[in-house]
């Protein structure tokens, strides 16, 4: 809804360099940049006023170029300016802060598997892993021969989403904390279900003999999407770049699900708690890094009060087992938006943060939990 108050700013020149910036004029107001041109300050501005829900009161006052600028003097070319979702600061600010996220987190310590396997690990991730795989495979494969459709990209995905799905279920039971058994469990999943697919299909041909088959269809070829056909030496590009994809995603799922926290204590996973959403701004992140870093939750409780604006957010999340006298981890997702309306993009700013054992319940009780995820 719009107010009656107007929110007035201008774009002005850098003094000295071929960028813009915007400056907010009302109380609160941020300046925003460096931009390549004013055309594109003008651009973001107005995109982050639609998003924010006050398009309607917004106006620009003036445009300042620097008169003085000589292009002669100026070093950086406009296109190679760095992405503008940190650069903010409170009007008032002599500079933009320093970018670098570095310094805080070198001394941040955060979770490592400890290397513990349990015995029935490596036959539950095989036996959930492969089998989920296969089936997806042999799916595929119906669908190959009942419509001759086949899509390089799309199908050999579905077969590593599926495996990867499987290991993780498989590791749940298993509980695996090796980041290298992971790994060559994924490796060796993500290598029987590919090649299932081609199994099934060899026996459809008539032979048990895989590299007969492959032979055989690589000399008759094939068609992808039904329009484009493929022989010979092209066939086998294709098969290697399939299985390189199913590969490199189940040995990162293998990894991934041997990496997640786990307490030894307890001898389970941790749970997952997202604790709060809060927008971001260079300095909220810095901040609660910086909290995180020392120790000190301080911060959080400064940010959760704070108007921030609603471009960008961070989702801390915290994981922890049910004893709460035991160390818990924060990871620290930013949550921000791309160039096409309603979908967001997620990065990971730091992952399983150690939270001593003495903070673990202090969170829980200054924070909301909106989200829990067994």
């Given amino acids: 809804m719009s107010s009656t108050e107007k929110k007035y700013y201008r774009v002005t020149q850098i003094k000295g360099k071929v960028s813009w910036q915007v400056e907010e004029l009302w109380s609160g107001g941020m300046i925003r940049g460096p931009y390549n041109s004013s055309e594109t300050a003008i651009s973001n501005?107005?995109?982050?006023?639609?998003?924010?829900?006050?398009?309607?009161?917004?106006?620009?006052?003036?445009?300042?170029?620097?008169?003085?600028?000589?292009?002669?003097?100026?070093?950086?070319?406009?296109?190679?300016?760095?992405?503008?979702?940190?650069?903010?600061?409170?009007?008032?600010?002599?500079?933009?802060?320093?970018?670098?996220?570095?310094?805080?987190?070198?001394?941040?310590?955060?979770?490592?598997?400890?290397?513990?396997?349990?015995?029935?690990?490596?036959?539950?991730?095989?036996?959930?892993?492969?089998?989920?795989?296969?089936g997806v495979a042999f799916i595929i494969h119906l669908i190959w021969q009942a419509t001759g459709f086949y899509f390089i990209v799309l199908f050999p995905t579905i077969i590593a989403y599926a495996a990867g799905f499987g290991l993780g279920i498989g590791n749940r039971l298993g509980k695996c904390r090796n980041l290298s058994v992971g790994l060559s469990l994924g490796l060796i999943v993500g290598l029987i279900s590919y090649v299932s697919m081609h199994f099934f299909d060899s026996m459809s041909y008539g032979t048990t003999n895989l590299l007969t088959y492959l032979n055989a269809l690589a000399k008759e070829g094939f068609e992808l999407f039904l329009i484009i056909p493929v022989t010979g030496f092209f066939a086998w590009i294709v098969w290697i770049i399939e299985i390189g994809?199913?590969?490199?995603?189940?040995?990162?799922?293998?990894?991934?699900?041997?990496?997640?926290?786990?307490?030894?204590?307890?001898?389970?996973?941790?749970?997952?708690?997202?604790?709060?959403?809060?927008?971001?701004?260079?300095?909220?992140?810095?901040?609660?890094?910086?909290?995180?870093?020392?120790?000190?939750?301080?911060?959080f409780k400064g940010l959760k009060n704070s108007n921030f604006t609603e471009s960008y957010k961070i989702n801390t999340i915290l994981h922890h087992c049910d004893n709460l006298s035991h160390n818990g981890y924060i990871t620290l997702e930013e949550i921000y938006p791309k160039d096409k309306k309603d979908e967001t993009e997620k990065e990971i700013l730091l992952w399983c943060a150690i939270v001593p054992a003495d903070n673990v319940a202090k969170l829980l009780n200054d924070f909301p939990v909106t989200d829990k995820n067994n």
Wanted: with cysteine; hydrophobic share 35%; glycine share 6%.
């Fill in 45 to 134: 501005e107005n995109k982050i006023a639609q998003q924010e829900g006050f398009i309607n009161d917004l106006e620009l006052k003036e445009i300042i170029a620097d008169e003085d600028f000589d292009m002669g003097t100026e070093d950086v070319k406009a296109e190679s300016f760095p992405s503008n979702r940190y650069n903010e600061r409170k009007m008032g600010d002599d500079r933009l802060p320093d970018l670098s996220l570095e310094p805080l987190l070198e001394k941040i310590d955060t979770y490592s598997p400890s290397g513990k396997i349990n015995l029935l690990c490596i036959p539950l991730l095989l036996l959930f892993g492969s089998s989920l795989g296969i």
């Fill in 245 to 299: 994809i199913v590969l490199y995603s189940t040995v990162k799922f293998g990894g991934n699900v041997s990496s997640m926290p786990f307490c030894e204590s307890c001898n389970k996973w941790a749970d997952e708690r997202k604790l709060f959403t809060t927008s971001n701004t260079y300095d909220t992140k810095k901040g609660l890094l910086q909290a995180i870093a020392d120790n000190e939750y301080g911060e």
